[in-house]
């Protein structure tokens, strides 16, 4: 199929969800939330009791659960062995533990190849996909001909992430987001990290009606 891929990587509140969703639903496109699937699996491992610290155990249990995502924008789903975890994936313990679990090697061989499943179907089916992550830009899908690196100060991000968690305690957010981001960008495999291609948007000042508008001129551009 001819379908556009756009990437979007960024560091944990820089708007990359939001803005995913907001361009794949202009532009008719499927959407995935790769984040999604790594604290799916989280959420899994913890609730059989698995210990996270323990990257052989995580390792050797990584391919037990069956992980489903669907890719509507406008209705996006995540199910573990046919249950949905929409909710339970946003908790503070699947926060706290996704990052020890994503670094663990054959936790991402696993999902990065179903990730590219998922966007190979969606480009035979839809007219392409917006895939949103850590890893997009550099490894999943490095030949998108859109890539997108998206940051917000610090602050922002912690005020953003404040509202979507209902928390009030800002400055709490703010430490969990870059102890997150600290692990993220510095683990040895598939870190966060810019590449030269990929257009960096700093979306501190800006809606998201904005933001998405700039994708999509964007996008419109490379086709
Ligand atoms: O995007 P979200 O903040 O929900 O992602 C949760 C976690 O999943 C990240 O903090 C990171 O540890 C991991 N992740 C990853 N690679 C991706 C997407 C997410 O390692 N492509």
Redesign the pocket.
């Known amino acids: 199929g001819g379908g556009l891929v756009i990437a979007i ?1 960024g560091p ?1 509140g820089s708007g ?2 939001s803005t995913a969703k907001g361009v794949a639903r202009a532009r008719e496109l499927s959407y995935l ?7 799916a699996i989280t959420w899994w491992m913890l609730d059989n009791g698995i210990d996270v610290a323990d990257a052989a155990a995580v390792a050797e249990a990584a391919a037990r659960p069956v992980i489903t995502v669907g890719t509507d924008p406008s209705a996006p789903t995540i199910e573990v062995d046919g249950a949905d975890v929409a909710g339970a994936i946003r908790a503070d313990g699947v ?1 706290g533990s ?2 020890a679990v ?2 663990v090697p054959e936790v ?1 061989e696993l999902l990065v190849a179903r990730q590219r499943e998922i966007i190979a179907e969606a480009c035979a089916t839809t007219a392409g996909i917006v895939v ?5 830009t550099t490894v ?1 899908a490095p030949d998108a001909p859109v890539k997108l690196f998206l940051t917000a100060s610090a602050e922002a991000r912690a005020q953003r992430r404040s509202r979507e968690v209902r928390s009030s305690d800002v400055a709490a957010t703010q430490e969990a987001l870059a102890r ?2 600290r ?2 960008s510095s683990r040895s495999v ?1 870190p ?1 990290t810019r590449t030269d291609d990929a257009t960096e948007l700093d979306t501190t000042g800006l809606s998201l009606d904005e933001v998405v508008a700039l994708v999509v001129k964007l996008a419109d551009e490379a086709q």
């Not at 939330?33 to 604290?39: E, F, L, S, V």
């Not at 949103?132 to 997009?136: A, H, T």
């Open positions: 990587d944990s990359k969800s939330d790769t984040g999604a699937m790594y604290r926060t996704v990052s994503s670094a991402r949103e992550g850590r890893d997009i999943v997150r981001d692990l993220d598939s966060l």
